[in-house]
Nanobody, 118 residues
């Protein structure tokens, strides 16, 4: 499994940014795609996830209402639309995946840096 995240950059507070994750290497039926982030000096944290089949989503409380995760099954792509960005959203963002039977995400892509200026 390979995951390639892209779309990071510098944005002002209140702005928007869209991240993309290209997934390859297998069919993702019955898998879950997730976005995580790690801010400087902090532990990696869960941001959002989506089930590949049905599209059921989950969000952390810190991004709920501002971020939207989606997937394009035909293109094997996962997206994270980030609106109303805050300086505390500054982090390296990672996409990850696991089977629904797994208890931990076991495939990770290289991160993409998002910087929100105040």
């Amino acid at each position: 499994v390979q995951l390639q995240a892209s779309g990071g950059g510098l944005v002002q507070t209140g702005g928007s940014l869209s991240l993309s994750c290209a997934a390859s290497g297998r069919t993702f039926t019955n898998w879950i795609m997730g976005w995580f982030r790690q801010a400087p000096g902090k532990e990696r944290e869960f941001v959002a996830s989506i089930t590949w089949n049905v599209g059921t989503t989950r969000y952390s409380d810190s991004v709920k209402g501002r971020f939207t995760i989606s997937r394009d099954r035909a293109a094997n792509m996962v997206y994270l639309q980030m609106n109303s960005l805050k300086p505390e959203d500054t982090a390296v963002y990672y996409c990850a995946t696991r089977s629904m039977a797994a208890t931990q995400y076991n495939y990770w892509g290289m991160g993409t840096l998002v910087t929100v200026s105040s």
